[in-house]
């Protein structure tokens, strides 16, 4: 069983910076490719961003290339999202969820465990 808990949201000026973490518990260091994704009110859940099981290969969604990084640190089990240039579209509820595969995928339905979601208001 895996135990996610992301952190680190909250209310950000348009073109602020936010660094979201998610915590994993159980075995999940180096077993799981990692993903990040989010959900606007009205809106269906969209990926953002993967990152392998290595953290050697990563991809994002073309709404936020060139301002979101995923990073991992396997021996801290952490999955970090830095998120520069906020603008208000980005605002969301954001979710990490693990994959079994080695590099993930962009479709939600493929991950095996999610956690509760940390919001993320980007607004003057």
């Known amino acids: 069983q895996v135990k996610l808990v992301e952190s680190g949201g909250g209310l950000v000026q348009p073109g602020g910076s936010l660094r979201l973490s998610c915590a994993a518990s159980?075995?999940?260091?180096?077993?799981?490719?990692m993903g990040w994704f989010r959900q606007a009110p009205g809106k269906e859940r969209e990926f953002v961003a993967v990152?392998?099981?290595?953290?050697?290969?990563?991809s994002y969604a073309d709404s936020v290339k060139g301002r979101f990084t995923i990073s991992r640190d396997n021996a801290g089990n952490t999955v970090s999202l830095q998120m520069n240039s906020l603008k208000p579209e980005d605002t969301a509820v954001y979710y990490c969820?693990?994959?079994?595969?080695?590099?993930?995928?962009?479709?939600?339905?493929?991950?095996?465990?999610w956690g509760q979601g940390t919001q993320v208001t980007v607004s003057s």
């Open positions: 969820a693990a994959n079994r595969g080695s590099y993930g995928t962009r479709r939600d339905f493929d991950y095996d465990y």
């Open positions: 159980g075995r999940t260091s180096g077993y799981y490719a």
């Open positions: 990152i392998s099981r290595s953290g050697s290969s990563t």
